[in-house]
């Protein structure tokens, strides 16, 4: 299978010393990559995933994201494709979002998404929180995992047939052991790793990411501030030049 490379401009991370590059581990066309790392499905690996996709999108591309988590917010592409100098309303108008609230919507999500690629044409896929909808109570275990399996063999037909980069999102591990077992059969069915882990203390801690096909591995250090900053310009008022002096009329009765 041909593949190619999704590249992406040295500028979006520091070069240091024990610093990741993300040229290095980006994703790659026609490769299902499994990203895990610490908080609930994963969350701190979702930054990583918005820095591939603002790349794409400037590239005047297409990027289809499916959210199981209920946590994405296109805002935070916004200081990304900034500090791109791209055009952030027609980057963000190529990013195509999908939000499942209960896993058979998901599955079915899932199920349009070859359709909708032969349409967009989009060289990337993101599933965030693919996991989470399982641990709903009404699911159970054994429709946990046919749909479990049946999502991961889409992922793979659309990964064959459409060469696109599919990054799935999910917690690196879980005291749960029906959810370690679904994590593991991700991690097993994917081509390429990306997990990450928190270091240092609370208030100066890293995200420290590990790349096992390359041996890659470091810490993640933004070159801007991830929060979105919202200017509101002040009023301008036409101020109306009046008389400061004006004279009080009293009022009478009109005397008859």
């Given at each position: 299978?041909?593949?190619t490379r999704l590249s992406t401009p040295r500028n979006m991370v520091l070069v240091q010393q024990n610093v990741i590059d993300l040229m290095q581990i980006q994703p790659q066309s026609g490769q299902?990559?499994?990203?895990?790392?610490p908080g609930h499905s994963g969350r701190s690996m979702r930054v990583i995933a918005e820095h591939w996709v603002a790349w794409v999108l400037m590239q005047g591309e297409a990027v289809h994201w499916i959210d199981g988590a209920c946590r994405i917010d296109p805002s935070r592409l916004i200081p990304l494709l900034e500090s791109l100098n791209a055009d952030v309303e027609a980057c963000l108008a190529r990013l195509y979002l999908s939000r499942g609230f209960t896993l058979h919507q998901l599955d079915g999500q899932l199920s349009r998404l070859s359709d909708e690629l032969n349409i967009t044409r989009a060289?990337?896929?993101v599933?965030?929180?693919?996991l989470t909808m399982h641990q709903d109570d009404a699911i159970r275990r054994l429709e946990s995992r046919s749909m479990l399996r049946r999502h991961l063999n889409l992922l793979e037909r659309i990964v064959k047939i459409h060469n696109t980069a599919v990054m799935v999102i999910t917690e690196a591990q879980s005291t749960c052991p029906h959810q370690e077992r679904r994590i593991r059969s991700i991690y097993r069915r994917a081509q390429n790793h990306l997990r990450g882990t928190w270091r240092g203390g609370r208030r100066s801690r890293t995200l420290h990411l590990h790349h096992p096909q390359t041996g890659i591995q470091g810490r993640w250090l933004p070159t801007h501030q991830p929060q979105t900053r919202f200017q509101i310009k002040p009023r301008s008022f036409n101020e109306q030049k009046m008389n400061p002096v004006?004279?009080?009329?009293?009022?009478r009765e009109k005397q008859r």
């Open positions: 299978m041909n593949t299902l990559y499994h990203l895990t790392g060289p990337m896929l599933v965030d929180g693919l004006m004279d009080a009329c009293s009022l």
